[in-house]
């Protein structure tokens, strides 16, 4: 028997065993018709979900609040702390001096549409204000957990703006102040919602409308 009717037998035989122990033998490329399952898209993809994903609670107590219980500015390595890391990376022809200080450059604050080119006219501001995340559950955050929310570089949390517009901010959170420059509006809630999302932290009612209304303008 050659080698080529020989191997034609053999499956044959194979097909015929399986059938009868009750084993289905599938037809080429059978599978490749079947869809592969897909996952519900996930809140961060859309803002709005991501908004309504929150969980909506009456604000904290400000007891045992300190700023310094986030510390900031840390270190991060080459002379520079957190602050001037974010100098470096939101302006525009920044120059430095030994020990990463920041001596001149250029930067428009988004909150107020203001051009500064003196780095000592800018506050690094904390999307979600430090007090409003401490009402919104960081008072049972760690201090630990608390430097790495203050000094998060690696998300939408830090800011460089003018120190006025940061300052008239304060603590507030989107149901009591918004940026004066309406155009940044979306950023701004879309902005505060990742970083609640982020931090598993919550939001009151006038805060989850204020934020929705500002989504609308995206």
Not at 37 to 51: N, V
Not at 67 to 81: T, V
Not at 152 to 172: F, H
Not at 178 to 207: F, G, M
Request: glycine share 10%; hydrophobic share 40%; charged share 20%.
């Amino acid at each position: 028997m050659s080698g080529k009717r020989s191997t034609a037998v053999v499956s044959a035989l194979i097909v015929l065993f399986l059938a009868g122990c009750g084993v289905g033998v599938l037809p080429p490329n059978t599978s490749s018709s079947v869809p592969a399952p897909t996952a519900p898209p996930a809140p961060g993809d859309d803002p709005a979900a991501q908004l309504a994903a929150l969980t909506v609670a009456p604000e904290g107590k400000m007891t045992g609040y300190s700023r310094d219980r986030f510390p900031h500015w840390s270190s991060q390595g080459e002379g520079c702390d957190t602050r001037d890391v974010v100098l470096q990376r939101q302006g525009a022809d920044v120059r430095t001096a030994a020990g990463c200080k920041i001596t001149g450059g250029s930067w428009t604050s988004a909150y107020d549409g203001v051009v500064v080119t003196d780095p000592g006219d800018l506050d690094i501001d904390h999307t979600v204000a430090l007090a409003e995340a401490w009402r919104s559950g960081a008072d049972k955050w760690t201090d630990e957990q608390r430097e790495k929310f203050a000094n998060d570089l690696g998300g939408l949390q830090l800011i460089a703006v003018t120190a006025s517009s940061n300052r008239s901010k304060g603590d507030q959170d989107a149901a009591k102040w918004k940026p004066p420059v309406q155009a940044y509006w979306c950023t701004y809630a879309r902005s505060v919602v990742s970083v609640k999302t982020l931090y598993a932290l919550t939001i009151d009612p006038a805060e989850r409308d204020a934020l929705g209304a500002m989504l609308k303008t995206c």
